[in-house]
């Protein structure tokens, strides 16, 4: 299927190189290729997993005449970044270079270093609502149902059987324990970060206590840290922190984490939470991607434990409060007296079943799966 970012990835190479990161599985290499068999002129797909592949990378011998170069999983060949500078910096002037990859490439993102102003960085996330909707016609509440069953991951969204999504589930989070995992830690470890993954899974949408959780897992809780920074570099999960002005406090506050795959989520509103998570997530990086905007995804928490689960800022300024309900219409008073506090943001009552759209005062109460299915991307 074709992905919402694919004309926007087009634009951006004919100006600069291209960088792809997201979660394994998510549909990067399906996209470069897709983006390679449209390409005008010809291009060339190389992957360094394949060692035909690889030894074209490493003496340099494509096709000169290619006009598109998708280089896919370099991140694992040996110096690659400065490798990387030469070849695009003796680039035919009319030769574009696309980048895929996942944790460290995505990692490398953040820090740019000698390949600064050369890229443009794009994230692509599992399958949304608008996505599903545009390429399949679906209406919006087919697709978040699609998406709540399945996850959004295109092999087990895209399977003709919820079993078949099922089992790919349990291959996909063994082998990156098994494989990725093993890259960042220890092997005498694992047991250990299977049974947080699996503590993560029943703690969707509350915050996190890293030091009760590792007083049951028996480790230290910078232990416990550094297994979350791995989950988190792997795409497997991410982490929404609480809003506040003073930034350093924020990053004490207890974190929320949510996980890339919503069908490792157990419980209906835990699901359609994290699916919300997901879908504001992908919202802000198109945008940041796509327009260079700073913008955060966070949740508000006040000392007497009130809550909203989301609040979407721009330069560290709130201006949409969003709260998620299965079924329950009543406006909670704390989102309402943000409400007041900020009058210039929006307020949204996210409901997964609701008859009809409502606005109360402040407060717009709409239906989940449209509103979701009206995100960026």
């Given at each position: 299927m074709k992905r919402n970012i694919t004309p926007f990835i087009q634009s951006d190479l004919a100006r600069k190189m291209v960088f792809l990161s997201g979660p394994r599985q998510a549909g990067k290499t399906t996209l470069a290729k897709s983006l390679a068999s449209d390409w005008q002129g010809s291009a060339?797909?190389?992957n360094w997993d394949v060692v035909a592949d690889r030894r074209v990378i490493l003496e340099?011998?494509?096709q000169p005449s290619s006009g598109l170069l998708v280089f896919d999983e370099l991140h694992k060949m040996t110096?690659?970044?400065?490798?990387?500078?030469?070849v695009y910096d003796g680039r035919l002037a009319d030769q574009s270079l696309l980048v895929t990859g996942s944790a460290r490439l995505d990692t490398f993102r953040q820090t740019g270093e000698s390949l600064a102003g050369r890229y443009f960085a794009w994230r692509l996330h599992p399958i949304t609502v608008v996505e599903w909707v545009t390429m399949s016609g679906a209406t919006a509440e087919e697709a978040l149902s699609r998406l709540l069953e399945r996850g959004g991951f295109p092999e087990p969204f895209l399977a003709e059987r919820p079993v078949?999504?099922?089992?790919w589930r349990r291959q996909y989070l063994e082998g990156m324990i098994r494989d990725d995992i093993l890259e960042f830690s220890r092997i005498g470890e694992i047991r250990a970060?299977?049974?947080f993954i699996e503590m993560l899974r029943v703690r969707v949408g509350s915050p996190l206590s890293l030091a009760s959780m590792a007083r049951d897992l028996q480790i230290s809780p910078t232990t416990l840290g550094s297994y979350l920074g791995i989950l988190e570099a792997l795409h497997i999960v991410f982490i929404v922190r609480p809003f506040h002005h003073n930034i350093a406090r924020a990053l004490l506050k207890e974190p929320k984490v949510y996980f890339f795959d919503t069908g490792l989520v157990e419980g209906e509103g835990a699901r359609f939470e994290n699916a919300s998570a997901t879908l504001l997530l992908r919202h802000v990086h198109f945008l940041q991607d796509s327009e260079g905007r700073d913008m955060t995804l966070s949740y508000i928490r006040d000392k007497e434990g009130r809550e909203i689960d989301f609040v979407l800022c721009e330069r560290s300024n709130p201006f949409h409060f969003i709260e998620c309900k299965l079924s329950d219409l009543t406006v909670?008073?704390?989102?309402?007296?943000?409400?007041?506090r900020f009058p210039s943001a929006k307020n949204t009552l996210l409901v997964r079943y609701l008859r009809q759209p409502e606005q109360r005062g402040p407060i717009a109460i709409?239906?989940?799966a449209d509103w979701l299915a009206s995100l960026a991307a």
């Open positions: 060339q797909v190389l340099q011998s494509w110096h690659w970044k400065a490798w990387l500078k030469g078949e999504a099922e089992r970060m299977r049974t909670p008073p704390y989102l309402l007296a943000t409400a007041t709409e239906r989940a």
